[in-house]
């Protein structure tokens, strides 16, 4: 049974940093691309980011380029959004998410954690 949880999220002023973290399990991980989506309240579900399987290869949505950073560490199974100069507008709840490979409906999605960004 492949899951993920993510960790990490809390009440952050602007301009602060949080680090998201995803614990996964159930599957063998370096054979899965894994992102990061977030929902903002009221708002559709949106892409943040994806790295590929050895970690290599990585993409950011416009909105979060150069202030976000996406790493992971196979052998722990974790995958990691680092987060910084945050803004009022990342208020949301983000995703962990997996696949074989990185598109707009992945396969797996943990149950998410709420960022609060506010003074």
């Known amino acids: 049974q492949l899951q993920l949880v993510e960790s990490g999220g809390g009440l952050v002023q602007p301009g602060g940093s949080l680090r998201l973290s995803c614990a996964a399990s159930g599957f063998t991980l370096d054979h899965y691309v894994l992102g990061w989506f977030r929902q903002a309240p009221g708002k559709e579900r949106e892409g943040l980011s994806c790295i590929n399987s050895g970690g290599t290869i990585t993409d950011y949505a416009d909105s979060v380029k150069g202030r976000f950073t996406i790493s992971r560490d196979n052998a722990e199974n974790t995958v990691y959004l680092q987060m910084n100069s945050l803004k009022p507008e990342d208020t949301g709840v983000y995703f962990c998410?997996?696949?074989?490979?990185?598109?707009?409906?992945?396969?797996?999605w943990g149950n998410g954690t709420l960022v609060t960004v506010s003074s």
């Open positions: 998410v997996a696949d074989r490979w990185c598109r707009v409906d992945m396969r797996y």
